[in-house]
């Protein structure tokens, strides 16, 4: 009788998704670089007024205004290290409504990627509608990387600051 770690897991057909993978704190996680449009040095920011402490800002980048969020500082209430690592990292935001806007994210350690399956992402059983865009997890040798759901990152309260509706600029 074989022991099931003897087997070899079946072959899957194509060579899977690409991803980008970035830390917060010492967790490590993904984002599907279909999602991201570039990936840029830090650069300072304006501050927008009256937004949460996780929004770190706005910049102007070829002739667009983008907010951007501190992912670190959203998900573990602590701001990004300012590493040659930590990058500016531009993605497609796409709240549901129609639109394909451009989101910056502070990301720590940017400077890998993997190649997987998105099916090789499991559910963690957990259920936590304040941090929707926390997505499921991947077990390697290294332990877990969790995937990030750019789509739900911001509440609505906060994707009206920074996405009005009406065509306003970004309040600063």
């Given at each position: 009788?074989?022991?099931?770690?003897?087997?070899?897991?079946?072959?899957?057909?194509?060579?899977?998704?690409?991803?980008?993978?970035?830390?917060?704190?010492?967790?490590?996680?993904?984002?599907?670089?279909?999602?991201?449009?570039?990936?840029?040095?830090?650069?300072?920011l304006k501050p927008i007024a009256q937004a949460p402490a996780w929004v770190a800002g706005v910049f102007a980048h070829r002739g667009v205004l983008?907010?951007?969020?501190?992912?670190?500082?959203?998900?573990?209430?602590?701001?990004?290290?300012?590493?040659?690592s930590t990058r500016l990292v531009r993605v497609h935001y796409r709240p549901g409504?129609?639109?394909?806007?451009?989101?910056?994210?502070?990301?720590?350690?940017?400077?890998?990627?993997?190649?997987?399956?998105?099916?090789d992402f499991q559910p963690y059983g957990l259920d936590n509608p304040e941090a929707a865009y926390l997505g499921p997890v991947r077990q390697d040798e290294r332990g877990l990387v969790q995937r990030i759901q750019i789509a739900d990152l911001l509440p609505e309260a906060v994707r009206q600051l920074l996405f009005p509706l009406d065509g306003r600029e970004v309040p600063a």
């Open positions: 009788m074989s022991d099931s770690s003897d087997r070899v897991a079946p072959q899957r057909p194509g060579k899977g998704t690409l991803y980008l993978l970035f830390r917060l704190k010492a967790e490590r996680f993904a984002l599907d670089v279909h999602e991201v449009i570039e990936v840029l040095h830090h650069r300072p983008i907010p951007v969020i501190d992912l670190a500082q959203l998900t573990f209430a602590t701001p990004s290290l300012q590493r040659t409504d129609g639109r394909d806007l451009q989101l910056g994210l502070i990301l720590e350690q940017a400077s890998e990627t993997l190649r997987c399956h998105a099916d």
